[in-house]
Each structure stands twice: as structure tokens, then as C-alpha cells.
């Protein structure tokens, strides 16, 4: 099937069929650069975005063994993070805030207090689970910085999302993938947290709490155009039946010495090319991130393929899941995106059409305004 056999409406309107995507993860030659034009023509203005935060893992405990992961660590290791201190966390965010930041991104592996050793740690410390001290970090960063929280940690509970909810502006959670198929080969059969049903419930349920949500996709770690169709349907549907996410992240696997996947082969460039295009096609009022820093050579070629977000990037910390790659400077990525006759524009943690008390409590509504004058 070629591009033109596809309805011109349903291609404007992202209205696409199982078969039709496909096909268009398969687009060649001159199919390509047709899927790469559709797809920028539906950028809604000239803005491409980003975040300033500062990241800060409260553990690198971990119930998964993903075979693309160097975030996990070991608990005999003795450079893992068990349970980083409350103090030392909010020094961080207090100097991070000399750097301007307005992000707090917090993460913890899934499930970390399922061991002993951060049970212990928790236990010293006065709390019961991660999701108890992480609310307690959460507030005291809403009491004490100018920081909005947004909470990266895996699956969680309905309930335990329900008490985050509280504390956080945003959160999110990458699908990465909805095949099952997966849990078999070496990306994910370590990881029981990677079971697709468990994730889209936690993607669901950030939905019926009304959490604006980041999610995405995983490129590259074994799965076919069949898989990554079904999943950014997924995502479609679920934000058909919610409408809480606000960006859906396209990541490219990236091979990464002493990992299990350390053979195997990345994502062609074509391959990010055609998955981007079509994710814009698909959501039109979602934003569209590709991770900068996985990226350096490539990156403005995202933005030709309709991409409109860098997602976060901090000057104060790097990326603890791929740590071997720095964050591109911001004046960098300021040059690189007005090379293409776009503009670089700051946003917070949360998307400005969730910026309302249908999505956020009281006191955080006041902040998260408080602080999005300051960026106007």
C-alpha cells in the first residue's frame, strides 16, 4: 500500500487504520519524504519546547532487569543509590533553582521496596513504602522550592497514584511497547513490571484521576511494525476514552556496553523517521518528543518529521537512564531548532491546557499559574 492509497481525510484527521500505519512504517522513497511533509504540516505553531528540570532518582532499586537498562543497580553495589536523604534532595533542588530550573523530576525504581535493604533504609527513616517518603519529598518540594514535582516511577497502584496525584503536576510511565510477545525475548523477560496489561492500567488509571500524562514507545528492542502499531493505538485509545496525555515520547534503542543488548542492532534513522511521522499524524493535539540527547546528529530531521518537543533537559544533572549521554547545552539546541526556521520555547512540567482545576488541586493550580506567569 502506498501513501496515496490512503484517504487524504484520514491522513489529516490521523483517523488511521491497523493496516494503513503499517504500511506507513514501511513508506520508501519517495513515500517517505510525502509521510515527513503530511506530518509537519500538522504542527499546530512555530514552538518547539522543552523543559528545565533537574532529575534526581530517589533509588536505583529496581524489581526489573531490562536488557537495554544501566539505571538499575545491584543493592551490593556500593555506588547504588539505596535511598537517597531528604535533605540532600532538596539541597539539589535549591541549587538547581539558581540554574532556573522548574521541574522536579523524581524517579525510583519499580517496585524498589519490594527488597529488603530499601525497606530497611525506609523503615530508618520513618516510612512504610516509596510511595509514603516520595509524597513526603513531593510536598516539601511544593513547600519549600519554586519546583513543580513530576513523577517517573513505573507501575503504581490506583491508590498509590490517587496519593501522588496530590503532590505531583504530571507523571508518566513509557507503554514502550503493548506486544506480550516481549516478555519472552531479552528486552523484557526479567522484567515482570514490563507486562503490557500492567502498564496500560497504570496508563488507564492515570486517566481516571485525571493525571496529565507522558507516555511512548521503545524503538529497536525487538518488536515489529505490527507491535508498534498496536501500541501507539493503544496509546490512541486510551487517550480517545481520557484525553490526559500530553506527550508521547518516540525513544530509539541505544546500544550501551556490558548491557545483554549490547549486540543488538539500533533503529535506522528511517526507521525513527517513518515512527515520528506517523505518531504526529496520529496525534494531533499530543505533543511529539524525541529525546535530544539520544540523538545529537539527527535531531533536526525529528523536527521535519513534525516533532514539537526536546522534553526535559537539565543543566544541573544528567540523564540517569542514559547516563553516557550529556544533555545537549540549551543554547545549543536553541541554534539547532532556529536552523530550521522554528523557535526554541521553555514550557513547564505540565501542558498549558492542563493547567486548570479539573486536573489539578487548589494549591498546586496556584502555583503551577504562579510560576507560568513568570515564563510569559
Given amino acids: 500500500m502506498l501513501i496515496s492509497d490512503i484517504s487524504e481525510n484520514r491522513l489529516k484527521k490521523g483517523n488511521l487504520k491497523k493496516e494503513e500505519i ?7 522513497k519517495n513515500d517517505i519524504n510525502r509521510l515527513m511533509s503530511l506530518a509537519n504540516s500538522k504542527r499546530e505553531n512555530n514552538f518547539i519546547t522543552y523543559s528545565k528540570n533537574i532529575f534526581i532518582p530517589l533509588t536505583e532499586i529496581c524489581r526489573n532487569s531490562c536488557g537495554y537498562c544501566t539505571f538499575k543497580k545491584e543493592s551490593n553495589d556500593p555506588e547504588a543509590i539505596i535511598l537517597k536523604n531528604k535533605k540532600d534532595i532538596i539541597d539539589e533542588l535549591k541549587f538547581s533553582e539558581q540554574y532556573d530550573c522548574k521541574e522536579a523530576l523524581f524517579t525510583f525504581g519499580e517496585q524498589a521496596d519490594e527488597k529488603e535493604i530499601v525497606k530497611s ?3 530508618e527513616k520513618g516510612f512504610s513504602s ?25 507501575v503504581l497502584s490506583y491508590e498509590d497514584m490517587k496519593t501522588l496525584k496530590e503532590v505531583n503536576v504530571s507523571m508518566g510511565m513509557m507503554l514502550e511497547n503493548s506486544s506480550p510477545r516481549l516478555r519472552l525475548m531479552e528486552a523484557h523477560k526479567n522484567s515482570p513490571g514490563k507486562d503490557p496489561n500492567l502498564r496500560i492500567k497504570t496508563i488507564a488509571d492515570a486517566g481516571k484521576l485525571k493525571i496529565p500524562f507522558t ?15 498496536d501500541s501507539l493505538l493503544t496509546i490512541k485509545n486510551l487517550h480517545d476514552k481520557y484525553g490526559h496525555i500530553q506527550e508521547i515520547i518516540i525513544q530509539n534503542f541505544r546500544s550501551k556496553p556490558g548491557i545483554p543488548m549490547e549486540n543488538n542492532p539500533e533503529p535506522s534513522i528511517l526507521d525513527m523517521i517513518r515512527t515520528v511521522s506517523v505518531a504526529k499524524l496520529l496525534f494531533s493535539d499530543v505533543s511529539i518528543q524525541v529525546p535530544p540527547n539520544l540523538n545529537h546528529e539527527t535531531n533536526q530531521i525529528f523536527l521535519l518529521c513534525g516533532a ?9 544533572s544528567k540523564d540517569y537512564v542514559n547516563p553516557e549521554a550529556p544533555w545537549p547545552e540549551i543554547e545549543y539546541m536553541d541554534n539547532l531548532t532556529r536552523d530550521t526556521g522554528l523557535d526554541l520555547k521553555e514550557r513547564l512540567a505540565i501542558y498549558d491546557k492542563y493547567i486548570n482545576n479539573d486536573f489539578l488541586n487548589e494549591d498546586i493550580l496556584n502555583k503551577t499559574i504562579k510560576l507560568k506567569n513568570k515564563l510569559e
Avoid at 22 to 28: P, Q, V
Fill in 130 to 154: 516509596m510511595v509514603e517518603y516520595h509524597y513526603d519529598i513531593c510536598q516539601t518540594t511544593l513547600d519549600q522550592t519554586d519546583l513543580l514535582p513530576h513523577t517517573n516511577a513505573g
Fill in 22 to 28: 503499517i504500511s506507513l512504517l514501511n513508506a520508501e
Fill in 308 to 316: 514539537d518537543d526536546w522534553g526535559g533537559i537539565s543543566p544541573v
Fill in 121 to 123: 533504609a525506609l523503615m
Fill in 215 to 229: 507516555t511512548g514507545i521503545l524503538i529497536g528492542i525487538g518488536e515489529t511494525k505490527e507491535e508498534i502499531a
